[in-house]
């Protein structure tokens, strides 16, 4: 029975940053990956407006990504992902968080876009393997993904 119930856990869930999640991030967060946007300072991070979205992990149940979506950005249907940031250990997570951010986005965004930092390969390769594809405009490089209904 034990083991059912173990087995019936989450892995991984995405939710609303808590002021109780700030100390576990901080632990983390000045030698995590920038996936998606531009590294800021947590405490930048935290006094913002926007709503920065957390992914637990189910087995540990502490923070281990911060992303930050913004809808109708840049304009209906879209979503813009501004800032995806891993602990080094949990970079296969990441991609859960992804999956579940989209899954959240179907009901009310076609099109999800990323900025890919210039100078973090494993970033492209990261989003290529979600599905996302390259769009070069200006001086920096996009990744784009069509979500289905």
Request: aromatic share 6%.
């Given at each position: 029975m034990r083991a059912a119930s173990i087995a019936a856990q989450p892995?991984?869930?995405?939710?609303?940053?808590?002021q109780s999640d700030v100390e576990?991030?901080?632990r983390w967060y000045d030698q995590a990956v920038v996936l998606a946007g531009e590294?800021?300072?947590?405490?930048?991070?935290?006094?913002s407006s926007s709503q920065v979205l957390v992914l637990i992990d189910g087995r540990r149940q502490?923070?281990?990504a911060l992303i930050l979506p913004t809808i109708d950005d840049p304009e209906d249907g879209w979503a813009t992902v501004t800032l995806l940031i891993v602990s080094q250990?949990?970079?296969e997570l990441a991609a859960r968080g992804i999956a579940f951010l989209?899954?959240?986005l179907r009901l009310?965004?076609?099109h999800v876009r990323v900025a890919v930092p210039a100078d973090v390969g494993l970033?492209?390769?990261f989003w290529l393997r979600l599905g996302y594809r390259p769009i070069a405009a200006g001086d920096r490089l996009w990744m784009i993904r069509e979500l289905e209904g």
């Amino acid at each position: 029975m034990r083991a059912a119930s173990i087995a019936a856990q989450p892995i991984a869930a995405l939710r609303p940053l808590r002021q109780s999640d700030v100390e576990a991030v901080a632990r983390w967060y000045d030698q995590a990956v920038v996936l998606a946007g531009e590294r800021r300072s947590l405490s930048d991070l935290l006094d913002s407006s926007s709503q920065v979205l957390v992914l637990i992990d189910g087995r540990r149940q502490e923070p281990v990504a911060l992303i930050l979506p913004t809808i109708d950005d840049p304009e209906d249907g879209w979503a813009t992902v501004t800032l995806l940031i891993v602990s080094q250990e949990e970079r296969e997570l990441a991609a859960r968080g992804i999956a579940f951010l989209e899954a959240a986005l179907r009901l009310g965004v076609e099109h999800v876009r990323v900025a890919v930092p210039a100078d973090v390969g494993l970033a492209l390769y990261f989003w290529l393997r979600l599905g996302y594809r390259p769009i070069a405009a200006g001086d920096r490089l996009w990744m784009i993904r069509e979500l289905e209904g």
